[in-house]
């Protein structure tokens, strides 16, 4: 069984990558709305940098705690969930890496 700590950092970064998510889908529906004009392109852009942040967060919480608990049942569900954030963090890092027009 997995020890309260590892599963409470756990479920904390899920939610974190379960917020970046709703960012993730909160900035692709402003910019198909409108057509990615001024106001809305920089929203777009605002929540695409807060979903990079709480992706950043959560991989960083989530490799903290396979560090502090290197046992095989530890490791692999923190090990699944960073697959999971880092995964998610090149999805939400390729439009700022994108070159301008």
Do not use: I, K, N
Not at 12 to 25: K, S
Not at 38 to 58: H, K
Not at 81 to 99: C, I, Q, W, Y
């Amino acid at each position: 069984m997995l020890e309260r700590e590892v599963l409470l950092a756990g479920a904390y970064a899920l939610l974190l990558l379960a917020f970046a998510l709703a960012l993730e889908a909160a900035a692709r529906r402003v910019e198909r709305a409108e057509g990615a004009r001024w106001p809305q392109s920089d929203a777009a852009q605002l929540r695409r940098g807060l979903a990079l942040v709480l992706v950043v967060l959560a991989s960083a919480l989530l490799a903290v705690e396979a560090f502090r608990h290197p046992r095989p049942r530890a490791l692999a569900a923190l090990g699944g969930g960073l697959v999971l954030a880092l995964g998610l963090g090149a999805r939400s890092a390729r439009p700022f890496l994108a070159r301008p027009d």
